[in-house]
């Protein structure tokens, strides 16, 4: 079975604040992995991917990601957020196996940046 | 580069009426998939395409779901009878093959009353 969890459900924080959003997965081979984001209305946008290399992967808009395979996480990162950062953002994972590019997503955090 | 289009963006039904969704992916995108997502959940797949055939549809409850990509470009969704428990945004999404990057259309909000 293959599970995405986002451990928090809704994060605030002040402009100019950094910021941490949790994914942990489960899943037993190998997997392709990526963070979209969502604004208010909108559909899923691509932030950015993992799959192999350097564990920490640079996305648009100043955000990062880190993989780590001892804690089957990759845990998306920003320095300094904008006020309109504030949206929901989603972790998801692909099996490579049969290249179907299927993705399962966990359920979001929603990220709410305060001026 | 145009990005996926879809329509309605929006829907109100009563319990027991069908409803069709259209989606027009990026030109070039031979795979097109469509996802359900209920309120302050995560999409969840229903069903994909490769070019004009379905490559896994074991998500799509398929007593009152149905869905084509007849010429391997645009795609509909239907609902034949919606139930209270349809009330989710339906959304498309188109990539290539062996890319792992997906791109969303704007989605359609069905509200099921």
């Known amino acids: 079975t293959q599970t995405v969890s986002q451990s928090d459900a809704h994060v605030t924080v002040f402009e100019g604040d950094s910021v941490e959003l949790r994914c942990n997965y489960s899943?037993?081979?190998?997997?392709?992995l990526s963070w979209y984001i969502q604004h208010h209305g909108h559909g899923l946008q691509f932030l950015l991917k993992?799959?192999?290399?350097?564990?920490v992967v640079q996305g648009v808009n100043g955000f990062e990601a880190e993989f780590s395979k001892s804690d089957s996480s990759f845990h998306l990162r920003k320095a300094s957020v904008h006020w309109s950062d504030s949206a929901v953002y989603f972790c998801?994972?692909?099996?490579?196996?049969?290249?179907?590019?299927?993705?399962?997503f966990g359920l979001g955090t929603t990220l709410q940046v305060q001026p | 580069e145009a990005g996926v289009t879809q329509s309605p963006r929006y829907a109100v039904l009563q319990e027991g009426q069908a409803v069709s969704f259209w989606c027009d992916p990026i030109?070039?995108?031979?795979?097109l998939y469509w996802y359900q997502q209920p309120r302050d959940q995560g999409p969840q797949l229903l069903v994909y395409?490769?070019?004009?055939?379905?490559?896994?549809n074991s998500q799509l409850p398929s007593d009152r779901f149905s869905a084509v990509r007849p010429k391997g470009t645009n795609s509909t969704l239907k609902i034949q009878s919606a139930k209270q428990g349809d009330t989710a945004t339906y959304l498309c999404?188109?990539?290539?093959?062996?890319?792992?990057?997906?791109?969303f259309g704007p989605g359609t909000r069905l509200t099921v009353l």
């Open positions: 395409f490769r070019d004009e055939a379905v490559i896994d």
């Open positions: 999404a188109s990539s290539r093959l062996g890319v792992y990057e997906q791109y």
């Open positions: 030109s070039g995108h031979d795979t």
């Open positions: 998801a994972v692909s099996p490579i196996t049969g290249n179907t590019g299927k993705l399962i």
């Open positions: 899943y037993g081979g190998s997997i392709y």
């Open positions: 993992y799959y192999s290399g350097n564990p």
